[in-house]
């Protein structure tokens, strides 16, 4: 049997716990980057490429930090950018995603939404098996998603409150719901995995 996704919160704050600090600081820079990032591309929407290329192996590294610290792994901020050692296979899972998302996203909203939840473990598990190719990483999360989905959402579901308390801190809140919540999917990642 499965872990209850409130099992898997509680556990992601024992993870957590006296790790507050590190992670806080560590999704303020993964923000700071990102929306640098971002900001260019508007500015010149020849950097868009830029944008795209950067957030691949970023959300790779996030990824990768949010392991560390749900696994007791001596997590470094230095973690943030670990996805730029598998450039190109951070870059290709995204690309790919992205272009995924979108094509069944043309049949309607609710098939982007599942394509999106199957390929949401893509990136764990790339970072446990960085040999492995994007399209072997899409395949994998797939089939690891199967039966999954609704668990998933669920417990993604349980942030959507905090979520609309972090507005209320003009965004300053999501520095503490961004760790906590990608941990609570990275100890998800592990019970599924299994």
Known sequence: MKTTNS?????????????WGLAVL????YFIVLMGVQLLAEIDPLLTIVSIIVSGPLGLG???FSLNISRGNNPKIEDIFE???NFKSAVGAYLLM?????????????????????????????????????MEAIEKSKAMMMGNK????L????FLGWGLLCLLTFGIGFLWLLPYMQVSVAKFYDDIKE
């Open 7 to 19: 099992t898997l919160t509680k556990m992601a704050r024992e993870s957590l716990d006296g790790q």
């Open 26 to 29: 560590g999704s303020f820079i």
């Open 62 to 64: 996030i990824i990768i």
């Open 83 to 85: 996805g730029f050692q």
């Open 98 to 134: 992205l272009l995924f998302i979108f094509l069944w996203s043309l049949l309607l909203i609710i098939p982007g939404i599942i394509a999106a939840f199957s390929y949401s473990m893509t990136f764990y598990i790339l970072a446990d098996d960085p040999s492995i190719t994007p």
């Open 150 to 153: 609704w668990k998933y959402f």
């Open 155 to 158: 417990l993604n579901l349980r």
